[in-house]
Nanobody
Framework: QVQLVESGGGLVQAGGSLRLSCAPS????????MAWYRQAPGKQRELVARITSGGSTNYADSVKGRFTISRDNAKNRVYLQMNSLKPEDTAVYYC??????????WGQGTQVTVSS
């Protein structure tokens, strides 16, 4: 069973930056799109950013221009650079990996807290 391990979360002041990383416990075959989701207290989990195997990206409107998703195909890793953070970005951030022919994998989540 593949495990996804996120890192890079933490506490930051508004306007600051964080970089999230997600690494699998072993090589994932048939890797497809990779994404970051987040869930704030009392809210549903939402898609933050997604990147396809070909490098196409899409972002939630609330993070466009501030967040950048990237991936390292050789290492099966995905990153989320978060700039100009706002208190409303506070949430648990989850890594998601889609594969061909199997259910998607989820990380355990990493807390991001932005203070005003």
């Amino acid at each position: 069973q593949v495990q996804l391990v996120e890192s890079g979360g933490g506490l930051v002041q508004a306007g600051g930056s964080l970089r999230l990383s997600c690494a699998p416990s072993r090589v994932i075959f048939g890797l497809n799109a990779m994404a970051w989701y987040r869930q704030a207290p009392g809210k549903q989990r939402e898609l933050v950013a997604r990147i396809t195997s070909g490098g196409s990206t899409n972002y939630a409107d609330s993070v466009k221009g501030r967040f950048t998703i990237s991936r390292d195909n050789a290492k099966n890793r995905v990153y989320l650079q978060m700039n100009s953070l706002k208190p409303e970005d506070t949430a648990v951030y989850y890594c998601n990996v889609e594969t061909m022919g199997a259910s998607p994998y989820w990380g355990q989540g990493t807390q991001v807290t932005v203070s005003s």
